[in-house]
Structures are given as structure tokens and as C-alpha cells.
């Protein structure tokens, strides 16, 4: 069982600032991408920022220039930075770490950190 372990949610004002961390093994973290996923109440699940191995990030377009996905190889951990926070960004934040092989595809999640951006 991969144990995927985050941190850092919470309540946080419009225009705020909010940092998500994400623990993983080290044999997951060496070779897996690693990435922030999002769901709001009554919404599907949608990826917010990804990374890979070798430090290629993306960003959905409704983050972008507001969040920075980062990784600390040290530490076997990654990192979620949300600035100018929007209430439409209010979810609960879930760690991904992927890896597609030529025959698999692997997917491991964390148990989720509530955020919530409100007045």
C-alpha cells in the first residue's frame, strides 16, 4: 500500500496565500509524476498542476500564474503553492503520483486536504 501523506489545507480569505504538501516514499517519488488534483461539491475531479520526475511542470489554465507546483527530491516530497486565492478555487485537494509504462498505468492518491477560500 503507497501511502501518500498531505498537508497544509485550509481557511484562507479571497486573494490569500495557501501551501499543500505531499510526503511520498522514496521509490515512488524517484520515478512517478507527481501531481495536485481538485474536487469542489458536485464537480469532477480535475488536475491542477502536475510535475514530472525530471521537474516538467503543468498547470490547468485557471491556476496559472496564481499556483506553482514544485518538488524537493531531498525530502521525497511535493509541493503546492496557491497565491491570489479565488473562492471558485474552494475544493478538496487530492496528491497524485502516476507512472505509465509501456504496459501499466499506475495511480496512487492521498486521503485529500479540504481548502477553502471564503470571506
Known amino acids: 500500500q503507497v501511502q501518500l501523506v498531505e498537508s497544509g489545507g485550509g481557511l484562507v480569505q479571497p486573494g490569500g496565500s495557501l501551501r499543500l504538501s505531499c510526503a511520498a516514499p522514496g521509490y515512488i517519488f524517484s520515478i512517478y509524476a507527481m501531481g495536485w488534483y481538485r474536487q469542489a461539491p458536485g464537480k469532477q475531479r480535475e488536475l491542477v498542476a502536475r510535475i514530472t520526475n525530471t521537474g516538467t511542470a503543468t498547470y490547468a489554465d485557471s491556476v496559472k500564474g496564481r499556483f506553482t507546483i514544485s518538488r524537493d527530491d531531498a525530502k521525497n516530497t511535493v509541493f503546492l503553492q496557491m497565491n491570489s486565492l479565488k473562492p471558485e478555487d474552494t475544493a478538496v485537494y487530492y496528491c497524485?503520483?502516476?507512472?505509465?509504462?509501456?504496459?501499466?498505468?499506475?495511480?496512487?492518491w492521498g486521503q485529500g486536504t479540504q481548502v477553502t477560500v471564503s470571506p
Open positions: 497524485n503520483a502516476n507512472r505509465v509504462t509501456f504496459s501499466n498505468t499506475f495511480n496512487y
